[in-house]
């Protein structure tokens, strides 16, 4: 089969159509290449911060720093940068430790204390702690600090009877450690944070201490129980004594009605025998009078009147009395006599 031969001096002609494709084909290579550059730059270029951060940003190529921190929102900046976080909301940090207190008594404590950074502080700690985790571990030791130096200044008894104050002391501390003093003076410069509050959450006591702590209230409450026993024994013994004193009087009393009583009837009794007596004697007197009798005479007479007033007497007498006078020589018979 025969072959077709070109010079190679002829000249090649090429379709327009496969012209005008190339170019356009260029144009679009182009276009996409640029499209896809920017959107790499972009997407390089763009940093999201949330509305809970602050960002300082960071150029790793000419290792610069930005002079000021941004709030959250979308940001853009130099390729290939990015934001050193930090909160903008107030942090929390929990301390459980060991302190000791003005007496040498060894403490264990529970410490929660809230702080935040001010925007205008992030610049100042990046240069000088780097970044939030280093800056946040300075800012806790430094709490700790705070919390220990306030232990050293009270007794192991105060935990107890003054912990409010003991708070007030720790909380009055931070703030002095994470905002530093206005004196000047290069030891309290402070970390740059914003001391927010304080809670002492708990203390827990040495052992021997709350164990001496049990034997003392043991010992009190005994002392207050003897006290009451004391009083009440007291009490029981002050009623018997007025109840003594009561009956003592009352005993008193009763006696000396019934003494009065007995004076009364031996007085009423005197006075009947002696009205008796006197009754007799004016008796015998007017007897002695008429009957015209001695001395003797009045004694038979009251002899008769004794021997009369008496039944069934027998006695045995010697010679009868001589009555004188105008019974002389006269006998006095004697009923029942014999």
């Not at 001096?9 to 496969?18: C, E, K, T």
């Not at 940093?47 to 940001?75: I, M, N, P, Q, W």
């Not at 205008?120 to 571990?137: G, H, L, S, Y």
């Not at 959450?201 to 049990?214: H, K």
Request: one cysteine or more; glycine letters at 6%.
């Amino acid at each position: 089969m025969a072959k077709s031969f070109i010079p190679s001096s002829l000249p090649i002609s090429i379709p327009r159509d496969f012209s005008k494709r190339s170019v356009r084909l260029g144009w679009c290579t182009c276009i996409t290449s640029v499209l896809l550059v920017s959107a790499i730059l972009i997407g390089v270029s763009l940093r999201k911060l949330s509305s809970t951060e602050f960002g300082v940003e960071y150029d790793r190529y000419k290792k610069t720093l930005d002079d000021a921190a941004k709030t959250g929102g979308l940001h853009a900046g130099p390729p290939g940068y990015y934001f050193v976080k930090f909160p903008s909301t107030q942090i929390t940090s929990n301390l459980m430790d060991i302190c000791v207190s003005r007496d040498g008594l060894r403490v264990n404590f529970e410490v929660s204390f809230q702080y935040q950074i001010p925007a205008e502080k992030i610049v100042n700690v990046i240069q000088e702690f780097r970044d939030f985790p280093t800056w946040a571990k300075v800012v806790e030791a430094a709490g700790n600090s705070a919390v220990q130096h306030s232990c050293s200044e009270f007794n192991v008894t105060d935990f107890q009877s003054v912990r409010v104050k003991i708070q007030e002391s720790m909380f009055k501390n931070l703030k002095l450690k994470l905002e530093g003093s206005n004196t000047g003076d290069m030891t309290d410069v402070g970390v740059e944070a914003l001391a927010i509050s304080l809670q002492l959450r708990s203390v827990f006591l040495p052992i021997e201490y709350q164990n001496a702590i049990s034997e003392k209230q043991s010992a009190e409450e005994d002392i207050l129980l003897a006290t009451n026993q004391r009083i009440q024994e007291r009490t029981k013994a002050e009623t018997e004594l007025k109840v003594a004193r009561q009956e003592v009087t009352k005993i008193f009393n009763t006696a000396y009605n019934k003494g009065n009583v007995t004076i009364l009837q031996a007085e009423l009794k005197a006075q009947e025998t002696l009205f008796a007596f006197e009754k007799e004697r004016e008796v015998l007197e007017e007897s002695k009078k008429q009957f015209s009798l001695s001395a003797n005479g009045i004694l038979a007479y009251m002899t008769n009147q004794l021997y009369a007033s008496l039944d069934n007497l027998e006695v045995t007498s010697g010679e009868p009395a001589k009555i004188s006078g105008l019974f002389n020589e006269v006998s006095v018979p004697v009923n029942g006599a014999r």
